[in-house]
């Protein structure tokens, strides 16, 4: 198959909504012809596997910034605001922001479903003299819409980012992971669920970088490393916890606290410097005990030490 038209699979995919039964019927189609074109071997094929696996990763990555950026501007422009009148990333920034910020949060949402649930059995006063009610449950409707467009998009770059693993085009990837700066910060006011996903995709990458780095010390750049680690350590800190269930189990995250320490270590030790010190002051300001890389800063501190 041509790459133009195996790459119009893909991109379809993130036009056809999750819940039609032909988005099914489009995503097996394009893990057939991976697999078809994997099994043949012919340098071509894999060439065109990789190359519009890498063209799908930089579309999808580009449409989840675009999705999350403008949930961000529909939250400001219908005043989604905390219960205290402060948005919540300035919040945030504040001392003991992360746990203000969440326990506002939690307060505001409960508001809301009282105020729409008074609003549905006709127990707020109507406006305009008995005209259109609060437009509470439209302004609901648009931002419900727009985090499931986000979630699926997630859902999609982690099924690419496997792929791209599967066959043999992580590297390109690693590399706009590692650039994705626009995306990172994006991601830190996204939903749990979207959230999850990125999170996910960024552990597999991790774990990328270290079986790179048991296998030849120098594949990636140091570039590479510290972006991703630079750009992607924060989110970890601070993600949400509004799942019912884990985002990573335990030993997954030992796993990728593993690959952390292991990728850190392999950096210079300015590198080192910049990228732990930035995590120490993520993770002492977050809510969260994961990731701890107690044991890289120890054992840069300990280095350090031996340079004075």
């Known amino acids: 198959?041509?790459?133009?038209?195996?790459?119009?699979?893909?991109?379809?995919?993130?036009?056809?909504?999750?819940?039609?039964?032909?988005?099914?019927?489009?995503?097996?189609?394009?893990?057939?012809?991976?697999?078809?074109?994997?099994?043949?071997?012919?340098?071509?094929?894999?060439?065109?596997?990789?190359?519009?696996?890498?063209?799908?990763?930089?579309?999808?990555?580009?449409?989840?910034?675009?999705?999350?950026?403008?949930?961000?501007?529909?939250?400001?422009?219908?005043?989604?605001?905390?219960?205290?009148?402060?948005?919540?990333?300035?919040?945030?920034?504040?001392?003991?922001?992360?746990?203000?910020?969440?326990?506002?949060?939690?307060?505001?949402?409960?508001?809301?479903?009282?105020?729409?649930?008074?609003?549905?059995?006709g127990g707020l006063t109507q406006l305009n003299g008995g005209g259109r009610q609060s437009s509470s449950h439209d302004i609901d409707g648009v931002a419900d819409h727009l985090e499931l467009a986000a979630e699926k998009l997630a859902q999609e770059?982690?099924?690419i980012t496997g792929r791209m693993r599967d066959y043999g085009a992580v590297e390109e990837a690693l590399e706009q992971w590692s650039f994705s700066s626009a995306l990172a910060s994006a991601s830190l006011e996204?939903?749990?669920?979207?959230?999850?996903?990125?999170?996910?995709?960024s552990a597999l990458l991790f774990g990328e970088l270290m079986r790179d780095h048991h296998q030849t010390e120098a594949a990636y750049s140091r570039e590479v490393k510290v972006g991703i680690l630079m750009l992607w350590l924060p989110l970890?800190?601070?993600?949400?916890?509004?799942?019912?269930?884990?985002i990573l189990t335990g030993l997954e995250k030992v796993e990728v606290e593993r690959a952390m320490?292991?990728?850190?270590?392999?950096?210079?030790?300015?590198?080192?410097?910049?990228?732990?010190?930035?995590?120490?002051?993520?993770?002492?300001?977050?809510a969260s005990d994961w990731p701890n890389l107690q044991v890289s800063y120890d054992r840069w501190c300990h280095c350090t030490r031996k340079l004075v």
Request: proline share 5%.
């Open 236 to 246: 970890c800190c601070h993600a949400s916890n509004g799942l019912s269930y884990p």
């Open 190 to 201: 996204a939903s749990p669920r979207v959230q999850g996903f990125i999170i996910k995709i």
């Open 1 to 121: 198959m041509p790459l133009c038209e195996y790459g119009q699979i893909l991109a379809l995919l993130n036009e056809i909504p999750a819940t039609s039964r032909k988005y099914q019927f489009a995503m097996a189609m394009a893990d057939r012809i991976l697999d078809d074109n994997s099994r043949n071997g012919h340098v071509k094929l894999l060439h065109i596997n990789r190359t519009a696996l890498a063209s799908a990763f930089a579309r999808t990555s580009t449409l989840l910034y675009c999705s999350l950026n403008l949930t961000q501007q529909q939250a400001d422009r219908d005043g989604m605001m905390t219960s205290s009148g402060w948005p919540e990333r300035i919040l945030r920034s504040l001392p003991m922001g992360n746990y203000i910020a969440s326990s506002v949060k939690g307060i505001s949402a409960v508001i809301r479903y009282v105020g729409n649930a008074c609003t549905a059995s």
């Open 157 to 159: 770059l982690l099924w």
């Open 261 to 286: 320490d292991q990728v850190i270590s392999s950096l210079p030790q300015p590198d080192q410097e910049l990228v732990l010190t930035t995590w120490f002051h993520d993770f002492t300001t977050s």
